[in-house]
T-cell receptor
Framework: AQRVTQPEKLLSVFKGAPVELKCNYS??????LFWYVQYSRQRLQLLLR??SRESIKGFTADLNKGETSFHLKKPFAQEEDSAMYYC???????????FGAGTILRVKS | NAGVMQNPRHLVRRRGQEARLRCSPM?????VYWYRQLPEEGLKFMVY????????ESGMPKERFSAEFPKEGPSILRIQQVVRGDSAAYFC??????????FGSGTRLTVV
C-alpha cells in the first residue's frame, strides 16, 4: 500500500536557522515524490518534485530510496516560509497523489 | 488564465440535504481530480475524471457520493443526504495531461 508519513505536525524554528521537514514513504515501485506548500489563505501550490532536482525558494529535497525518505531542507529559514507543507507520492502507473498529514512550519523572528 | 476555480468557497448544509461542489479546470486542462481533507488529516484522493469519463473512483465512498465532468461546464462533486462526517474541505485539481496538478482554493463544507 502507498503511504506517506510526516511525523511532525508542527515545526517551529527561529529565522536564520536550518529547517528540515521530514517525509517518509511506503511504496514498492518507483514513485514520484512531491512537496506542496499552502500559505495562509492561499491554495495548495507545488513546491518541488524529485525528478526536477531543482531548488525553489531555497528549498531542496533529495529522494533517498534506501531510507524511503524525501525530506525538505532549507539552510536558513525566513519568516515568509511559515506555511503548511505537504509531502505527496504518485505511483508510476497512476495519476492520483497520496498525501501526508502535513507539517506546519512556523518561523519566529 | 484564472486558474482552477471552485465554488462555492463555503457551503453549509443541514443533515439530509444535498451538496453540489463545482470545479472549473484551467483552460486547456482536460483532467480533473477531487480530494477531501478531513480535520487533522492530509488530502485523500477521491476521484479522477476526464471529459465525460470517470477514470479512477477508487477513493469515492460507495454511497451518496458521485462526480461528473461533462463535455460542457464544470466538474461537479455531488453528495446526497449529507451527514456530519461529510464536513471537510474538498479540493479540486486539474492538469493538461497525467502529471502537473494545479489546485483550486477548495470548498469548505459544513454540515449542521
Amino acid at each position: 500500500a502507498q503511504r506517506v508519513t510526516q511525523p511532525e505536525k508542527l515545526l517551529s524554528v527561529f529565522k536564520g536557522a536550518p529547517v528540515e521537514l521530514k517525509c517518509n514513504y511506503s511504496y514498492s515501485g518507483s514513485p514520484e515524490l512531491f512537496w506542496y506548500v499552502q500559505y495562509s489563505r492561499q491554495r495548495l501550490q507545488l513546491l518541488l518534485r524529485h525528478i526536477s532536482r531543482e531548488s525553489i525558494k531555497g528549498f531542496t529535497a533529495d529522494l533517498n530510496k534506501g531510507e524511503t525518505s524525501f525530506h525538505l531542507k532549507k539552510p536558513f529559514a525566513q519568516e515568509e516560509d511559515s506555511a503548511m507543507y505537504y509531502c505527496a507520492l504518485s505511483s508510476e502507473y497512476g495519476n492520483k497523489l497520496v498525501f501526508g498529514a502535513g507539517t506546519i512550519l512556523r518561523v519566529k523572528s | 488564465n484564472a486558474g482552477v476555480m471552485q465554488n462555492p468557497r463555503h457551503l453549509v448544509r443541514r443533515r439530509g440535504q444535498e451538496a453540489r461542489l463545482r470545479c472549473s479546470p484551467m483552460k486547456g486542462h482536460s483532467h480533473v481530480y477531487w480530494y477531501r481533507q478531513l480535520p487533522e488529516e492530509g488530502l485523500k484522493f477521491m476521484v479522477y475524471l476526464q471529459k465525460e469519463n470517470i477514470i479512477d473512483e477508487s477513493g469515492m465512498p460507495k454511497e451518496r457520493f458521485s462526480a461528473e465532468f461533462p463535455k460542457e461546464g464544470p466538474s461537479i462533486l455531488r453528495i446526497q443526504q449529507v451527514v456530519r462526517g461529510d464536513s471537510a474541505a474538498y479540493f479540486c485539481a486539474s492538469s493538461p495531461e497525467s502529471r502537473g496538478y494545479t489546485f483550486g482554493s477548495g470548498t469548505r463544507l459544513t454540515v449542521v
